[in-house]
């Protein structure tokens, strides 16, 4: 079953709104990652971190790597209407260890 | 593309019959990860491949369930006399052995009737 506690389960934004989402852990990881799934795709990566306390940023997507290794939150600013989709963090311990993910946060955008 | 990609993208099959996806990863990625996804689940780990090896298997991998990784660079993962809860997307990811990463495949959805 799944390890990480993400949130919200859900969103309902108006274009132009700020959101922010974040996921915990009882484990510590030394990766947190960030992907976005289309309705009947693959999930595509949007972030990758890698040190506890990392701040990184990808266009108008910026996610942080808790300085526990325990958590990680994903801002999406100016929100707009292709940003519909679900949102799922994923924890690795190592390289050599498979990714854990969120149930998902699932993002609706409000024209 | 150089993307992940799998075959087939759907496949519905009766329960008790045998099912096999293939995966092709990104050429350069010497790891290969398969998932299992049900609707409103984040992605379930089942197993994973360095080159050839097959290095970790989940405990949702039952008996039935068997991935192979013959050349270190496709894989098939077979599923035999399949059953109702068996029905879900099968992704594929695949990354560089330092990197870590997956790169994720568009997925076979799995419909057994």
């Known amino acids: 079953g799944q390890q990480l506690n993400q949130s919200p389960q859900s969103m309902f934004i108006q274009e132009g709104e700020d959101v922010s989402m974040n996921c915990t852990s009882s484990?510590?990881?030394?990766?947190w990652l960030w992907y976005k799934q289309d309705p009947g795709e693959g999930p595509v990566l949007l972030i990758a971190?890698?040190?506890?306390?990392e701040l990184t940023s990808n266009g108008r997507l910026t996610a942080q790597f808790g300085t526990t290794r325990k958590d990680s939150f994903l801002n999406i600013s100016a929100s707009i209407p292709s940003d519909v989709g679900i949102y799922f963090c994923a924890g690795q311990l190592g390289n050599n260890n498979d990714m854990r993910f969120g149930a998902g946060t699932r993002l609706t955008v409000k024209p | 593309d150089t993307g992940v990609s799998q075959d087939p993208r759907h496949k519905i099959t009766k329960r008790g019959q045998n099912v096999t996806f293939r995966c092709d990863p990104i050429?350069?990625?010497?790891?290969l990860y398969w998932y299992r996804q049900t609707l409103g689940q984040g992605p379930e780990f089942l197993t994973y491949?360095?080159?050839?090896?097959?290095?970790?298997k989940s405990r949702l991998l039952s008996d039935r369930f068997s991935a192979e990784r013959p050349k270190g660079s496709f894989s098939t993962l077979e599923i035999q006399r399949t059953e109702q809860g068996d029905s879900a997307m099968y992704l594929c990811?695949?990354?560089?052995?330092?990197?870590?990463?997956?790169?994720f495949g568009p997925g076979t959805r799995l419909t057994v009737t």
């Open positions: 990811a695949s990354s560089h052995g330092t990197g870590g990463n997956g790169y």
């Open positions: 971190l890698y040190k506890a306390g």
């Open positions: 050429s350069e990625h010497n790891r």
């Open positions: 491949f360095q080159n050839e090896a097959q290095l970790e």
């Open positions: 484990s510590i990881f030394n990766t």
